[in-house]
């Protein structure tokens, strides 16, 4: 049962601090996209790559975060530093082409940053 | 800028249709519908792509009007699992990379 996979499932941290969210997509899948979601924002759409390369990052505060594809079976999300209104679930997707595809959801990364 | 989904939120009996309403106020690539159920990530339902094209799954459908830039997801004989967020996200182009915007959900409950 092919699956995307999260690490860690839930994070705590201390405002300034560096987080670093890893993503294994499902194998073949060419396509990451990184998501957040709040109560507030709803669901955001923050980067995406395809065969590693990143096809758009405009979702994402350039300031402070950044997401890679060090190889073809994982995705960082990093933020550094990171703040209060980070808090959210982040959320990795992957897919086989582009953005009108399929998309399957790993389980998520619950943020809480005090 | 964010697609307007409604109603925000619609409650049922089992059994019975639903209709969600996704609207934009810019030109469509594609439509996306997702549903959510509390504490899980969202599980893709459907997309559609312009050339207003209606799609199915069991007995969920849902309609893409590319001129009116407007997509309705809906929901037939409804069943309790059934319940969740719906969520639908429009992509639109911009330049050379393409962008996808979601609506804030429309909650359904569906009642034995």
């Known amino acids: 049962d092919a699956r995307v996979t999260q690490t860690p499932r839930h994070k705590v941290t201390e405002m300034g601090q560096e987080v670093t969210m890893r993503c294994q997509p499902i194998?073949?899948?060419?396509?990451v996209f990184w998501y957040r979601q709040t109560m507030m924002q709803g669901l955001e759409l923050l980067a995406y790559?395809?065969?590693?390369?990143?096809?758009?990052d405009s979702g994402m505060p350039k300031d402070r975060f950044s997401a890679e594809m060090p190889d073809a079976t994982l995705a960082t999300l990093k933020i550094q530093p990171s703040e209060p209104r980070d808090s959210a679930v982040y959320f990795c997707?992957?897919?086989?082409?582009?953005?009108?595809?399929?998309?399957?959801f790993g389980p998520g990364t619950r943020l809480l940053v005090l | 800028q964010q697609p307007v989904q409604s109603p925000q939120a619609v409650i049922l009996r089992e059994g019975e249709d639903a209709v969600i309403n996704c609207s934009s106020s810019k030109a469509l690539y594609s439509v996306h519908w997702y549903r959510q159920k509390h504490g899980e990530a969202p599980v893709f339902l459907m997309i559609?792509?312009?050339?207003?094209e209606q799609k199915g799954h069991e007995k969920i459908s849902a309609s893409f009007n590319e001129k009116k830039q407007q997509s309705s997801l809906y929901l037939t004989a409804s069943q309790l699992s059934y319940s969740g967020t719906y969520f639908c996200g429009t992509e639109h182009s911009s330049g050379s990379a393409r962008q996808l915007t979601f609506g804030s959900g429309t909650q359904l409950t569906v009642l034995p």
């Open positions: 997707a992957s897919g086989l082409s582009s953005l009108a595809e399929t998309q399957y």
């Open positions: 194998l073949g899948h060419n396509t």
């Open positions: 790559f395809r065969n590693r390369a990143p096809l758009d």
């Open positions: 559609l792509l312009k050339g207003g």
